[in-house]
């Protein structure tokens, strides 16, 4: 079975350049995360989907960051325009329920903002 | 946000010793887990803890959960150099929200 594929593996762009990460999670899986991990740091929530609907965007920047989950399935995580401070690592997730199973986890999408 | 934050930061030993971390956190939890990260890879998941229990093992790791006192740790014995990576709690809570700790970064020294 096919794990958590995110693309592309590394990005480098320009400031105020846009820039979009996709997400394939594993086939049947309706809890689908995106996190921000920062050098040294542990991964940061930024929006949690229960099949297409946005369940938690809390902590989502929404004035430059969108998502969207067409069908339930494939994600897409957008920033635009891009900023010096956006330079992350971005890892999708995803699981079969939102409570008490692992989460499976993508290899992240490297993204370097000069 | 992150709900947990992990002691200590940095840990170092020699391959066949113990290695133990800890986690803490602030509000009342469903579950516990830990996941590990190898350096530029994602994490794997490697225990889950329900918050009615109180140790589970899991091969050479041991877990510990005390809901009282919001802590939770990771024993690895007889560690291997295979086992540098970081170390990551993540709480599952009411409202079904998931959050990472600050991470334990572990090197074994062959």
């Known amino acids: 079975e096919a794990g958590v594929v995110q693309s592309p593996r590394y990005k480098i762009i320009e400031k105020k350049q846009p820039v979009a990460f996709w997400c394939n999670p594993i086939s049947g899986h309706n809890t689908l995360y995106w996190y921000r991990q920062n050098l040294g740091q542990g991964p940061e929530l930024l929006i949690r989907?229960?099949?297409?609907?946005?369940?938690?965007d809390s902590q989502l920047p929404k004035d430059r960051f969108s998502a969207e989950r067409l069908k339930g399935v494939d994600s897409t995580l957008k920033i635009q325009p891009a900023e010096l401070g956006d330079s992350a690592v971005y890892l999708c997730?995803?699981?079969?329920?939102?409570?008490?199973?692992?989460?499976?986890f993508g290899q992240g999408t490297r993204l370097t903002v000069v | 946000s992150q709900q947990g934050e992990e002691d200590p930061q940095a840990l170092s030993i020699q391959e066949g010793e113990n290695a133990t971390m800890n986690c803490s956190y602030k509000?009342?939890?469903?579950?516990l887990q830990w996941y590990r990260q190898n350096s530029g890879r994602g994490l794997v998941h490697l225990i889950l803890?329900?918050?009615?229990?109180r140790e589970k093992h899991s091969g050479r790791l041991r877990v510990t959960l005390d809901t009282s006192k919001k802590s939770s740790s990771l024993l690895i014995t007889a560690s291997r150099a295979a086992d540098t990576a970081s170390y990551f709690c993540a709480t599952e809570s009411a409202g079904n929200q998931f959050y990472f700790g600050t991470g334990t970064s572990l090197t074994v020294i062959p």
């Open positions: 997730a995803s699981r079969p329920v939102p409570q008490g199973t692992e989460a499976f």
């Open positions: 989907y229960e099949n297409e609907e946005a369940v938690d």
């Open positions: 803890i329900r918050s009615n229990e």
């Open positions: 509000t009342s939890i469903n579950n």
